[in-house]
Each structure stands twice: as C-alpha cells, then as structure tokens.
C-alpha cells in the first residue's frame, strides 16, 4: 500500500477531540472505476465539489490509503464538513485489475514476427512471460515495437506496447523462440512390430521442425503400405528407417528353399532365421545340415539362395567337424533335383 500524495499541506496531528454532527462521511474503502481520485471517493456527501479530481489513482491491481490527517487537510481546502474523530480513521482505495491474456496480442507478435522473417504459422515461444495488470473495464491495444529476430535460432526479442484510452501506454519486453512448424505422419493408434500401414492408420499434424524434422516421414504416400519394423506409438513421427516391405517371412517361420543354376534345381524345407519382405536377405537354417544360408526372399515363405551362396556352420557344429577333421563351411550338394544339405 501506499499514501495518497496530493498537491497541499497535510497536518501534522490529529487533535483527539469530539467534534459536532457534520455533513460528510469519510469512506472506510473506495473501488475506483477510472484513473483518478475524485474528492466523492474519499467522503460520502462531499458537496457539488464531489466530482472535483484530487489526483492519480493507484495502478491497475493496486491501492493507496489516505489517512486521517491528510483527509482532514482535503477537507479544509475543498469545504467538505468533516473532521477526524481520531487519527485512525482511514480511507482504502484500491483499483481492480487483470491480467493481459496472451490471446490478445499473440496474433500482432505473430505478424511482428513474419515481417521480421519468421514463418507466418510458427509456433511462438515466450520465455519469463509477466503479463502486466491493466484496468479490469478497459478495452487495450496491442502493438509490436522493436522486434529483433534472429532466423538461424528462431529467437527473438520483442516489445509490447499496450495502449488503453486515458492511461499512459505500458511497455513490457518479450522474449522467445519462434518454432518453425512441419507436416509430419504419424499414428493415430499404436502399431506393432511388423503391421501394414493403412490410410486409416495414420494422420498428418503439424508440429515442431526441431521434433518433426530428420528422417521421418512427412507424407502419408511414404507409409501406407509399408511394414512397420519396430513398434510405432500414437503421435510420435515415424522414422522412414523403421518402414519397409511388408513382411512375406517371419521369424522362425518354415521357408521353402530353392537353388536355380543352369541344369540344376534344387529345393528343401528350411527354417528363417529372421523376418524379411520381398527382395531383403535373410538367413535360412536347414535343418538336415545344420547349415545357415543367406537367401533372398522372392514370395510368401519362399527363398531363393544363390549358388555362389556360402553356408555357415553353427559353431559348436563347426567346432565338432574341426576335430573330426572334416573341412568347414558345409555343402550344397544335390542330385540336381533333390534337396539342399
């Protein structure tokens, strides 16, 4: 709180004192609906001189307080019929105030902003934001002054000016990122390692380059259609590196095994090793040898392994025919139309 200072003497006490009936009332609280302290919003039946101006008001959200002896001194000087019963006696005047809501200049930073270089849809940042006070009833204007915007980090540095009919213009500095804003896809529920994406499966949000940008998948042609390698959580970008062709081999899956050589076909049952969609290699155990063979998958559990493919041997297989003396690396021996060993 602080006193009301005005433009004449103050008493310096208050005689303790009974004093006759008067015309006036001092007032225990005033709530000021404008910028001045009006002679009526300090007593009650202040006379025609009520509406005479005594001085500034305190700030939206504040108060002053007027004691005894300063209101006595008002009273002398204007003719009001009042005298302090007691050094006590005080009048509180406050003015209600609120908080600027950032809606109501947002819009003129973010056109601030855009003039300065900025991305017109940019995502504004502000950081250590104290919104100022202004009175509750005014109606404010918004504007933008000396805007510094650096557009390698998206920094800026701004100030508002708020301008309020009868009020001297407030100034308050801003300072902030502006977030450039991408298209990114991403899913609208959870996907499992290994599902088809559909339409259906993914939206399109806008959202910040710095978490959107990088290798993800910005459109929804780059992922309906492809396989999800790992799992995908609703919301997040999905990165391109988790997509492929769907998958045709599962993990573990039994695979049919084919050899195609000039004059030589072979085929045999094995098991994958690993998942893989049309054109991806992937590792086949045949389970007769014992033997791990790259082949390259070309249907719905089918392989094809090439004839310059070199098996790999288990290494306790490969151990145990080290010291019978048998030469490692297994085979691909055949009939020319039997099975591969």
Do not use: C, Y
């Not at 004691?67 to 006595?72: K, N, S, T, V």
């Not at 250590?128 to 980090?153: C, M, R, T």
């Not at 049309?278 to 070309?298: F, K, Q, Y």
Request: charge should be neutral; charged fraction near 15%.
């Amino acid at each position: 709180m602080r006193h009301l200072i005005l433009a004449f003497a103050v008493t310096a006490a208050v005689p303790h004192l009974s004093v006759p009936a008067q015309a006036a009332t001092l007032r225990d609280t005033t709530t000021l609906q404008q910028p001045h302290v009006r002679l009526a919003d300090l007593f009650d039946d202040a006379g025609p001189g009520g509406s005479r101006v005594l001085g500034p008001g305190p700030a939206p959200g504040g108060r002053i307080v007027v004691e005894a002896a300063q209101a006595a001194a008002i009273a002398r000087q204007f003719g009001v019929a009042w005298r302090p019963i007691s050094n006590t006696e005080r009048v509180v005047i406050d003015r209600p105030g609120r908080l600027v809501a950032r809606e109501e200049f947002i819009a003129t930073l973010h056109a601030a902003l855009a003039g300065a270089g900025a991305a017109a849809d940019a995502e504004v940042e502000l950081t250590g934001f104290a919104a100022p006070l202004v009175p509750v009833e005014a109606a404010v204007k918004s504007s933008i002054e000396q805007v510094d915007f650096d557009s390698v980090s998206g920094r800026f540095t701004a100030t508002l000016a708020l301008s309020i009919a009868g009020e001297a213009i407030q100034r308050t500095r801003l300072a902030g990122r502006a977030q450039e804003m991408v298209d990114v896809v991403v899913p609208s529920r959870r996907l499992a390692a290994g599902a088809v994406v559909r339409t259906a499966d993914v939206q399109v949000v806008r959202m910040r380059a710095a978490a959107g940008g990088g290798e993800v998948a910005h459109g929804v042609g780059q992922v309906v259609g492809q396989a999800t390698r790992r799992q995908e959580m609703a919301g997040q970008p999905i990165p391109l590196a988790d997509l492929g062709r769907p998958f045709t081999v599962l993990k573990g899956s039994r695979v049919m095994m084919l050899l195609q050589s000039p004059g030589l076909t072979m085929s045999a049952s094995g098991t994958a090793m690993e998942a893989g969609g049309i054109g991806d290699r992937v590792s086949v155990l045949n389970p007769a040898s014992g033997a791990v063979i790259e082949a390259e998958v070309t249907g719905v559990d089918q392989v094809v392994v090439q004839a310059t493919s070199s098996p790999r041997l288990p290494a306790r297989l490969a151990a145990a025919q080290g010291a019978a003396g048998v030469p490692g690396g297994g085979g691909l021996g055949g009939n020319g139309r039997g099975a591969l060993q």
